[in-house]
């Protein structure tokens, strides 16, 4: 039973366009929620988190959207760059719980067009 | 700051060798944890180490085992390699701040591993 899902497998984007990335998970016990990025060739690079006590966080050019009701969360990117183009995984904790790996979702390949 | 390193990059392997895979953490950071991604998938979790001992364990048999250095750096040991063992391995490391909250898990580039 797959935790945390990204129902789609990509997107593609135009440069200068905003893209939303999204994400559902079924365990009411995640308290944590992460995003990375990974290029082919390398490890999964962190972006942004957000803890269940907020529902935005922001960091530059990169917005972590959080609807616990729903259990859904959502990374957007303003505006999106070329080099943007990568896998995108949403992942998830539940750190309250005393458990802190990380369940991953199956990733979304985003194409950002030059 | 050295960011985390694995080694080997590469490595080919036989149906029912065994394998270590090694980890350094990012400079700082005292725990590591191991995932296991195979080809369109989301990284698995296999397990984390703190303190010298497995804190935690995700599903995966007895065969996968490791080991925690005072340094911090650790290995991940395969035993009796089946084909589909073959996959990226991947070495996250963090902080731990008390004894629940660490925080956000860096990785390492992987290896990846092929058992033919």
């Known amino acids: 039973d797959q935790q945390v899902k990204q129902n789609s497998p990509s997107l593609s984007v135009q440069e200068g366009r905003i893209s939303i990335l999204n994400c559902d998970y079924t365990n009411s016990m995640f308290d944590y929620f992460l995003w990375y990025k990974k290029y082919p060739a390398e490890g999964p690079t962190f972006l942004i988190s957000?803890?269940?006590?907020?529902d935005k966080n922001e960091d530059g050019r990169f917005t972590v959207f959080l609807n616990k009701s729903a259990k859904h969360l959502s990374l957007h990117i303003v505006p999106s760059q070329p080099g943007d183009s990568a896998v995108y995984f949403c992942a998830a904790s539940a750190r309250q719980g005393g458990s802190e790996k990380l369940v991953f979702g199956k990733g979304t390949k985003l194409t950002v067009n030059p | 700051d050295a960011g985390v390193t694995q080694s080997p990059t590469h490595l080919i392997k036989t149906r029912g060798q065994q394998v270590t895979l090694r980890c350094s953490p990012k400079s700082g950071h005292d725990t590591v944890s191991w995932y296991q991604q195979a080809l369109g998938q989301g990284p698995q979790f296999i397990f984390q180490?703190?303190?010298?001992?497995?804190?935690q364990r995700g599903n995966f048999p007895d065969r996968f085992s490791g080991h925690q250095f005072p340094n911090y750096s650790s290995e991940l040991n395969v035993n009796a390699l089946l084909l589909g063992d073959s996959a990226l391995y991947l070495c996250?490391?963090?902080?731990?701040?008390?004894?629940?909250?660490?925080?956000?898990?860096?990785f390492g580039p992987g290896t990846r591993l092929t058992v033919t």
């Open positions: 996250a490391s963090s902080l731990a701040l008390g004894t629940l909250h660490i925080y956000e898990q860096y």
């Open positions: 957000i803890s269940s006590i907020k």
């Open positions: 180490y703190y303190e010298e001992e497995e804190r």
